[in-house]
């Protein structure tokens, strides 16, 4: 697969972040949302696309709309805690 531009897409019927690698979905981070309050739950890059880096931008992306729709996080998730963790100017998103 030749490199392909990436785009990340609010897919809130499904509850979840797409992340699409050319025309193809790539990966997505699901949540369940209540109270204001986004629990994201799953991340999942598919198994032809790993190892491209993709979860990271997937995950800032993600955080970044929520904090736009003045949203907090709960990170079950264990690669969004990470995310979080190592990116601590997201901190302040955590309910």
Do not use: W
């Not at 531009?5 to 797409?18: D, L, N």
């Not at 050319?22 to 209540?34: H, I, P, R, S, T």
């Amino acid at each position: 697969m030749s490199d392909q531009p990436t785009e990340v897409r609010h897919e809130s019927v499904q509850s979840r972040f797409a992340i699409f690698y050319g025309d193809n979905l790539a990966g997505f981070a699901e949540y369940v949302e209540n109270d204001g309050v986004r629990d994201f739950n799953h991340t999942v890059v598919l198994e032809d696309y790993r190892g491209r880096g993709l979860s990271k931008p997937l995950i800032r992306e993600a955080l970044d709309a929520t904090r736009e729709e003045g949203l907090k996080v709960k990170p079950t998730c264990s690669a969004v805690a990470k995310f979080i963790e190592k990116n601590p100017d997201y901190a302040d998103l955590q309910a």
